[in-house]
């Protein structure tokens, strides 16, 4: 997991809830876009753990996987894309603020 180190880790929650829904939404094969979502959430939770310790990897976690679940219901009411980006946008920041800021 060396090179994950290197990779932001809002750089790979962005990937796996975009990458994740857009796996499904082409392939049509849902479990697929939950393998890219649970992959990039290793990637990222294994930089959490590394860069901000156990209260911060639980936090992070956490948000990453409440942002998948509340991304359904408000996919209802604004949309599916919009839906995965604002979720997305909030794992971003947290992670970019929490573990990528320099001096972490």
Do not use: C
Not at 36 to 53: I, P
Request: hydrophobic content about 55%; charged content about 10%.
């Amino acid at each position: 997991m060396a090179a994950a180190e290197s990779v932001p880790a809002a750089v790979l929650v962005t990937g796996g809830l975009i990458g994740g829904y857009a796996t499904a939404r082409v392939t049509g094969v849902r479990p697929l876009g939950g393998a890219v979502l649970a992959a990039a959430g290793a990637a990222a939770a294994h930089s959490w753990w590394h860069r901000g310790g156990p209260a911060t990897t639980a936090a992070l976690g956490g948000l990453y996987v409440l942002g998948f679940g509340l991304s359904h219901p408000l996919a209802k009411r604004i949309g599916a894309w919009p839906s995965v980006l604002a979720v997305t946008a909030v794992n971003a920041a947290a992670n970019a603020v929490l573990v990528d800021r320099p001096g972490r």
